[in-house]
């Protein structure tokens, strides 16, 4: 089933809106995108970004540790970044490559806000 919301979305918004669905870290977005954004710098995504951000339909938030009911260990979102320190966060380019080891903790990741939510039916 199609939804309008999402048919009007551009191709790099929808690979943002994939990517917050999936609550992947930022640099899994790499995958979602379409060329020339896929290989272009991170500043040509920054833009994007923040518009969805001020639509509010995405949070950005850190990797933080989270527990499983059966005592394992695992991550989860943490609680979303205030807006006013998303622009430096996201301008620097550590934030949107995977990080050497598989370790998650602390790196910036994507979730559907409620409207976010409807949008991407």
């Avoid at 999402?6 to 918004?13: G, K, Y």
């Avoid at 943490?78 to 490559?97: K, V």
Wanted: proline share 10%; with cysteine; glycine share 8%.
């Amino acid at each position: 089933m199609s939804y309008p919301a999402t048919n009007e979305l551009s191709s790099a918004e929808r690979a943002f809106m994939i990517n917050a669905s999936e609550i992947d870290i930022l640099p899994g977005v790499w995958g979602d995108l379409d060329e020339p954004l896929a290989s272009g710098p991170a500043s040509d995504l920054l833009p994007i970004l923040l518009t969805l951000l001020d639509k509010g339909w995405i949070h950005v938030s850190r990797v933080i540790p989270w527990t499983a009911p059966d005592g394992a260990a695992g991550f989860q979102p943490g609680p979303p970044l205030p807006r006013q320190d998303l622009a430096a966060l996201l301008s620097a380019a550590a934030n949107w490559e995977y990080p050497e080891s598989d370790e998650w903790f602390g790196c910036l990741t994507l979730t559907l806000t409620e409207a976010g939510r409807e949008i991407s039916r």
